[in-house]
């Protein structure tokens, strides 16, 4: 089993910075992917940045490409996630997900293809 933990939401103006961050423990060596989703009200649950942990390679959505930036801190087992330049459209909930290695994959950026989730930190931009 594998425990996310995200922390560093918070409400921002528009243009404004954020970093989150997600901690994970437990069982982190049997995880290979990891990355953030986000939920809105109404809206599915959509993925925003995921990272590969055994290469450091990213992969973005494109409403946040040269916004955003997914990093990781391998010592420390956390996954972090600077927004920049951020606008009401980023408003959600933003939750932390990783992939046990050997679960059913649909593609990176596929909430299906994580199994573990923490549970969500809110990020709210005003205008």
């Known amino acids: 089993q594998v425990q996310l933990v995200e922390s560093g939401g918070g409400s921002v103006q528009a243009g404004g910075f954020l970093r989150l961050s997600c901690a994970a423990s437990?069982?982190?060596?049997?995880?290979?992917?990891m990355g953030w989703f986000r939920q809105a009200l109404e809206n599915e649950r959509e993925a925003v940045a995921v990272i590969y942990t055994p290469t450091g390679s990213t992969t973005y959505v494109d409403s946040v490409k040269g916004r955003f930036t997914i990093s990781q801190d391998n010592a420390a087992n956390t996954v972090y996630l600077e927004m920049n330049n951020l606008k009401p459209g980023d408003t959600a909930v933003y939750y932390c997900?990783?992939?046990?290695?050997?679960?059913?994959?649909?593609?990176?950026?596929?909430?299906?293809?994580?199994?573990?989730w923490g549970q969500g930190t809110q990020v709210t931009i005003s205008s």
């Open positions: 997900a990783a992939r046990r290695t050997g679960h059913s994959y649909f593609g990176s950026l596929r909430r299906e293809s994580y199994n573990y």
């Open positions: 437990g069982n982190t060596a049997s995880t290979d992917w």
